[in-house]
């Protein structure tokens, strides 16, 4: 090994321990489970390495308890093998998708590890490609997630896209367009959806503008201005601890050809629409504040 | 007693080729051609030494009574002027499929790669034989082996009478010499810091095998080829125990490149993107059509390439 990486070697491995011995034991025995269905592969045929959650376990039990507060409902009685989780997306960061993996690995009943969806340019991304591959995200493509969902994985979508995550706090929980390229995918490999609404994203940044020209000479989707940031500068790209509320739904079983015409689809996609709508509606009702 | 099959294999003299030779000789009649002389192979297989280009040729398939052939009489090596690599590939293959037409060889067999979808960012994990060839992207000189791909399958359309079965298996290692396993027997081994792609490898006995279910009578079409199952970059430097070198990608394309103008490596730069990147493809078809299945696992595939170069296995 060249003398660089042979000395920093120790040193990483050494700081990867020292972070794996702050995690509790019920959730280490909760990854080891994970890693048994591996059996004697080191990783999936994605790269996911349960292990690599091991180091990062400490920190999303912190987020997931203590800063963001999460309450999960729905989780017992979710399908067993191939599902699709269908979820509003929302609060210019997609920690949404984080606490949704947190909540079916921290409280699933078994432990699950949920697979979603990432831009093609992360694989372009030195180290952050790698990372997120061992954590189990996957380059989004339609073939990927076919393979997933026949390998019988749990993968999870946000068909509004960018256009979710991105819109501004006076558009909260208003859901914005669906893609319908889940529905396809889910009638082609006979996948249940579970319906997802997650209370609680769209005011960890309450953008009150999107600075679109910034944005497009940056060549990213969104550029967020919060009451925070840039005002605060890198604290106001803190997000505000608010409390989530994620409400798993009941799983809907759809058939039919998925290669219907987009008339056709738009109802089954419309169903899971309400479904997350009402989701989000009880989400609210629910809270007594956006802090609590 | 049945009469055996009898295939011309092109190429013979190659190290796949002979490999091959060995395998099939005991059930088939082989008949090597290659204008290279063939050291080592079976004592009972008929070879001709001359280049597949000359009109010389013709006679042996003319003669031969071919029941198949297997044409692996393909140029690799990337420091070959271009112009000599595409006139031998190109004009090499089109003349093998003008022999099997003319002389009514109901079989032919091309070996290609699953390089010719290229490693790229937005590659799914698995690619279909219904994936683009989009390896001529970033590197030139596999150009004509996407040409030749494509001629073979336009000869498929054209010619219905003669069964062809194109393979492209995923990197081949073993005592060949080609990109992969001269990477994987470096002594010092780069890599992209940074980048581990998942990598499907496959022992060059189950390539051979995946050849001679092909052979079978009545089965024609574009099949991938993976061997074991794949695993990270790393994993595999891990098994071989291998001595790494981390470099930055921003320094080591254009270093590559240096060194390649310079003679100091056989690896093209632009194939760095196999480090970076994943090529895997999806062998359903090979699997339920040709009722293939690779036999040797990842430690067996490395080990063979450890034993062809005289290092054991840790």
């Not at chain 1, 997630?145 to 749990?154: G, I, P, V």
């Not at chain 2, 049945?2 to 190659?14: D, K, L, M």
Request: with cysteine; net charge neutral.
């Amino acid at each position: 090994m060249c003398p660089v990486s042979a000395s920093l070697a120790p040193l990483t491995a050494a700081a990867l321990r020292a972070l794996e011995r702050r995690v509790p034991d019920e959730l280490m025995d909760r990854i080891h489970c994970l890693k048994q269905e591996l059996g004697d592969r080191p990783t999936d045929d994605f790269g996911f390495d349960p292990d690599a959650l091991k180091p990062v376990a400490g920190a999303l039990s912190f987020l997931y308890h203590e800063y963001f507060r999460v309450q999960a409902t729905g989780l017992t009685g979710l399908p067993e093998g191939r599902v699709l989780f269908v979820s509003n997306h929302s609060g210019q960061v997609p920690i949404d998708g984080l606490m949704i993996g947190a909540a079916l690995l921290l409280e699933g009943q078994p432990p699950r590890a949920v697979r979603s969806m990432v831009e093609r340019w992360v694989s372009s991304l030195p180290f952050v490609s790698t990372f997120f591959a061992r954590l189990g995200q996957v380059l989004g493509t339609p073939e990927n997630c076919r393979t997933l969902l026949l390998q019988d994985h749990a993968v999870l979508v946000f068909p509004e896209g960018v256009r979710g995550i991105s819109k501004t706090y006076d558009h909260a929980y208003q859901l914005q367009e669906f893609g319908h390229g889940f529905m396809r995918l889910a009638l082609e490999t006979k996948t249940p959806i579970v319906p997802i609404g997650v209370v609680g994203a769209e005011e960890q940044f309450p953008a009150i503008w999107n600075a679109k020209p910034l944005a497009n000479l940056l060549k990213i989707p969104a550029v967020p201005v919060t009451p925070f940031f840039p005002l605060l500068g890198p604290l106001g790209l803190l997000p505000l601890p608010v409390k989530y509320r994620i409400n798993f739904g009941r799983p809907i079983y759809f058939e039919g050809d998925p290669d219907e015409e987009e008339a056709v689809l738009s109802a089954k996609v419309d169903r899971v629409r309400k479904a997350i709508e009402a989701l989000l509606r009880r989400g609210l009702t629910d809270r007594g504040g956006v802090m609590f | 007693m049945s009469v055996e099959p009898r295939v011309a294999i092109t190429g013979i003299s190659g190290r796949f080729g002979r490999r091959l030779a060995q395998l099939l000789h005991r059930t088939c009649t082989v008949v090597g051609i290659d204008r290279r002389p063939l050291h080592g192979g079976p004592r009972d297989v008929e070879t001709h030494q001359i280049d597949i280009r000359r009109q010389r040729c013709e006679e042996i398939f003319r003669a031969g009574a071919f029941d198949a052939v297997v044409h692996l009489n393909v140029m690799h090596d990337p420091r070959t002027s271009s112009e000599e690599h595409h006139t031998f590939n190109i004009k090499g293959t089109t003349r093998v499929m003008d022999y099997c037409v003319r002389h009514r060889i109901p079989k032919l067999i091309l070996l290609s790669t699953a390089n010719v979808y290229g490693p790229r960012a937005e590659n799914p994990q698995f690619l279909t034989e219904d994936a683009p060839l989009m390896g001529g992207t970033r590197f030139g000189e596999i150009r004509d082996l996407i040409a030749l791909d494509m001629c073979g399958q336009s000869f498929f359309w054209k010619h219905p009478e003669v069964e062809t079965v194109i393979l492209r298996p995923v990197h081949i290692i073993g005592a060949v010499k080609n990109a992969p396993s001269n990477y994987l027997r470096l002594k010092q081994i780069p890599r992209l810091a940074g980048f581990d792609p998942m990598i499907q490898l496959i022992h060059e006995d189950d390539v051979a095998r995946a050849i001679i279910e092909a052979l079978k009578p009545g089965l024609r079409g574009v099949f991938n080829v993976a061997g074991c199952m794949p695993v990270p970059l790393s994993d595999i430097l891990s098994r071989l125990d291998a001595n790494i070198i981390d470099f930055p990608h921003f320094l080591a394309e254009p270093t590559l490149e240096r060194m390649w103008r310079m003679r100091l490596t056989s690896f093209p730069p632009p194939e760095i993107d196999h480090l970076r990147y994943v090529c895997m493809v999806d062998d359903q078809p090979a699997r339920q059509v040709l009722g293939y299945q690779p036999r040797f696992e990842l430690d067996a595939t490395l080990a063979h390439l450890r034993l062809t170069q005289g290092v054991e296995l840790r």
